[in-house]
């Protein structure tokens, strides 16, 4: 978040268990019993279980880097930005400097020159962090353009997967992004959460994305209490929509964009309790149109992400991506990068009347 940690609320709290996938019948045989599916649930019922066990078995493989475990010291609190200017944004981004610094200081001295080589990039002068925490795993929230006087202003949400070590990615995306708009408004690339690995239980299961809604809550609501007359979108890759969507009621924010992404953590845009725009693309070469697309109650945990945001019965309006892979929306040249940029100045982008 912006400011210091602030109470959290009934708001904060993600929406209710996802629902079931539609087919099942949805009665119970006992306290613990998992429903009994119909033809078409029972399928999509065995590939979610098939994929909870497949990523079960890679966890050890994948859990070998382990970025969480290098070392960092805790930054030092910050007090809570009072007014946008850029008196009080320089001297923030100071403060924000320090903690990368002390953090990039640990990692040199525990002998990690992969993350302290990615902390000395981040502490150039000509950076710009709004917050920072370097331990398990690395948090960040990055500004990119002139956040005093940007009257549109994006952030971006990323996916699994991202973390410091990985945050090349995630920056160069939102310095595109920034460009698209023509250098007019600001983007945030947000990293306040710690994202599940790629392959593992956390990225089928929107446990995750639950523990981070009250810091994207009160981020979100910390910029349209200080830019009130900015026009503010979401912009969410992959397991980055889970998030939006678990986080999207009562937000202040004019669009949610869904890019990438496996589900959005409820059934539809109607379960988002939301008055912004949602959005929804996919690349055509994205791996991620071959998911299930849907939740199971299971009696140890949710399995699956929610309805896929590119079915009309989601609810979603539809836009153009081209033929990109699952990293490829926020490319130079791409189709999904020319709307994205669209959406985000309040245009309309070029949309499609069929699913990618």
């Known amino acids: 978040m912006i400011d210091t940690a602030q109470p959290t609320g009934a708001d904060d709290r993600p929406p209710a268990p996802l629902p079931l996938p539609r087919g099942g019948t949805g009665a119970r045989r006992g306290p613990l019993a998992p429903p009994r599916p119909g033809p078409a649930g029972g399928r999509l019922r065995r590939r979610l279980v098939a994929a909870l066990f497949a990523a079960a078995l890679a966890v050890p493989v994948t859990g070998a880097a382990r970025p969480e475990a290098v070392p960092a010291p805790a930054p030092p609190p910050l007090p809570p930005l009072r007014a946008v200017t850029a008196a009080s944004l320089a001297e923030r981004y100071a403060a924000t400097r320090g903690a990368i610094e002390a953090a990039m200081r640990t990692a040199t001295a525990a002998g990690h020159p992969w993350r302290a080589a990615m902390l000395r990039a981040m502490a150039d002068p000509a950076r710009h962090f709004l917050s920072f925490d370097g331990r398990d795993g690395g948090r960040a929230a990055e500004v990119f353009g002139d956040l005093a006087t940007a009257d549109r202003i994006a952030v971006v949400v990323p996916g699994s997967g991202t973390g410091l070590d990985t945050y090349g990615l995630l920056r160069a995306g939102s310095m595109r992004l920034q460009r698209a708009t023509g250098g007019r408004g600001a983007v945030v690339a947000w990293l306040g959460y710690r994202t599940p690995s790629t392959v593992s239980l956390q990225a089928l299961t929107p446990g995750r994305a639950d523990e981070a809604v009250p810091a994207l809550r009160a981020f979100v609501r910390d910029l349209a209490r200080l830019k009130p007359a900015a026009r503010i979108s979401l912009l969410c890759h992959s397991y980055g929509g889970v998030l939006c969507g678990r ?79 699952h990293s490829d929306y926020l490319k130079d040249g791409s189709p999904a990068l020319a709307n994205i940029a669209r959406i985000v100045s309040g245009h309309a982008p070029a949309e499609v009347s069929h699913v990618s």
């Open 247 to 325: 986080a999207a009621p009562g937000l202040n924010v004019a669009d949610i964009v869904l890019y990438g992404s496996p589900g959005a953590g409820v059934d539809d845009v109607a379960a988002m309790r939301t008055r912004a725009a949602v959005w929804a693309a996919r690349g055509t070469g994205d791996w991620v149109a071959d998911l299930p697309h849907a939740a199971v109650r299971l009696p140890f945990a949710t399995i699956g992400l929610g309805g896929d945001p590119m079915d009309p019965r989601f609810g979603a309006r539809i836009f153009a991506a081209g033929d990109g892979g």
